[in-house]
């Protein structure tokens, strides 16, 4: 039962810090969203508010990479990225294009009082970032523009995410899908030609 309303917690500061972001966000408001007493947020986040964003850091990073770590076992690099940045579109469109990244939300709001949280964050992005990067040196890209490349999509699409928001449109991200996917194969086309001569 415990484990049960620290979940519930977790996903409900998951949910409130994609729409309000981490400083609009109070213990307050998540023992309401949750259904679970405030004081049991105290018991189960004895460090206090940035021990919850961590845990949901971890878990934004995870549901998001492992869709990713999934479905790069099947497909293309292109197909890979357009995929990430195709979740994310009908991520801000089923929200109403009123919820972004949780990371991101965290992140931009914490680095003074909580520097743990860039660094947790800084680790699932890198995860985010792996996955494509293997995706492409798999197909031959020399590891480091493999890393360039990844580097390049997680950036973008998170830059994307903000516009989407602020237009109302998942333009942005279709936009980036299709400038991705170009990138991604003209690189693993590149790798290939270089490997034929």
Not at 2 to 29: C, H, N, P, V
Not at 37 to 50: L, Q, R
Not at 67 to 73: T, V
Not at 121 to 144: C, H, K, N, T, Y
């Amino acid at each position: 039962m415990a484990a049960d309303s620290k979940d519930r917690m977790i996903r409900s500061a998951y949910q409130l810090f994609r729409e309000r972001g981490y400083s609009g966000t109070g213990f307050r408001e998540i023992s309401a969203h949750s259904g679970v007493a405030k004081g049991a947020v105290y018991h189960h986040f004895p460090a206090g508010k940035a021990d919850l964003a961590e845990q949901v850091i971890r878990l934004a990073g995870r549901e998001v990479g492992d869709l990713m770590a999934a479905a790069a076992d099947g497909v293309d690099p292109g197909t890979l990225v357009e995929g990430f940045a195709a979740g994310w579109a009908e991520h801000v469109r089923t929200h109403d294009f009123a919820a972004g990244c949780a990371i991101a939300a965290v992140v931009s709001e914490s680095q003074h009082d909580a520097p743990q949280l860039a660094r947790t964050a800084a680790d699932e992005f890198g995860r985010w970032r792996a996955i494509l990067a293997e995706s492409l040196a798999r197909q031959g890209v020399p590891s480091e523009h493999a890393a360039s490349l990844a580097t390049l999509a997680v950036a973008a699409v998170e830059g994307a995410v903000i516009l989407a928001r602020a237009e109302r449109a998942t333009q942005p991200l279709d936009d980036i899908a299709r400038e991705l996917r170009k990138s991604f194969e003209a690189a693993v086309h590149g790798a290939r030609s270089a490997q034929s001569k």
